[in-house]
Structure formats: C-alpha cells, structure tokens
Nanobody, 116 residues
Framework: QVQLVESGGGLVQPGGSLRLSCAASGSIFSINAMGWYRQAPGSQRELVASITRGGSTSYASVLKGRFTISRDNAKNTVYLQMNSLKPEDTAVYYC??????????WGQGTQVTVSS
C-alpha cells in the first residue's frame, strides 16, 4: 500500500503562484511514476503533469510553461509549481502514484481556487 498526502492548496489571485506537495509513504519502492490530476466541478478528472522515477516529465499541453512538476526522491515527495494562475485553474488537485503492477493510488485532494 502507498499513502499520499497533499498540501499547499488554497486561494490565490489571478496571476499568482502556488506550490503543491505530495508526500508518499508505504510501499514506495513499487511506484514507477507520480503525477498530478485535477478535477473542476462538472468536469472529468484530467492529467496535469507526471514524472517518472528517472525524472522524465510530461504535461498537459495547455499547461506546459506555467506548471512545473519535480520530485525529491530522498523525501519521497513530488511538487507542482503553478505560476501565472488563471481562474480556469480552479479545481481539486489530486496526487497520483502509479505502481509497476496494480492499480493507481490517489491522495485525498487539495483545493486550489484562483479568484480576485
């Protein structure tokens, strides 16, 4: 089992920045990749960014350039730096861990609200 705990969400004005953190614990040796997804009200959950154990990254094309994913393997933590935030970035952001075998793990979600 893997446990994921997110932090760093909140209310920010348009144009502002936030950094989300996701700390993993448990059977972390089984994790191949970690990432962030988001879900806005009335919308499906969508991929924001992901990063492999080796550091390869991928992003939703509409977000690349504003969002940066990184990981600290020593701390078993993944970060999502979000810059130039827009109201349409408002959503619940979920941390995801994908094991080599088996189902994905999910965090509880953290709310990000972009509003003036």
């Amino acid at each position: 089992q893997v446990q994921l705990v997110e932090s760093g969400g909140g209310l920010v004005q348009p144009g502002g920045s936030l950094r989300l953190s996701c700390a993993a614990s448990g059977s972390i040796f089984s994790i191949n990749a970690m990432g962030w997804y988001r879900q806005a009200p009335g919308s499906q959950r969508e991929l924001v960014a992901s990063i492999t154990r080796g550091g390869s990254t991928s992003y939703a094309s509409v977000l690349k350039g504003r969002f940066t994913i990184s990981r600290d393997n020593a701390k078993n933590t993944v970060y999502l730096q979000m810059n130039s935030l827009k109201p349409e970035d408002t959503a619940v952001y979920y941390c995801n861990a994908r094991p080599v075998i088996g189902n994905d793990y999910w965090g509880q979600g953290t709310q990000v609200t972009v509003s003036s």
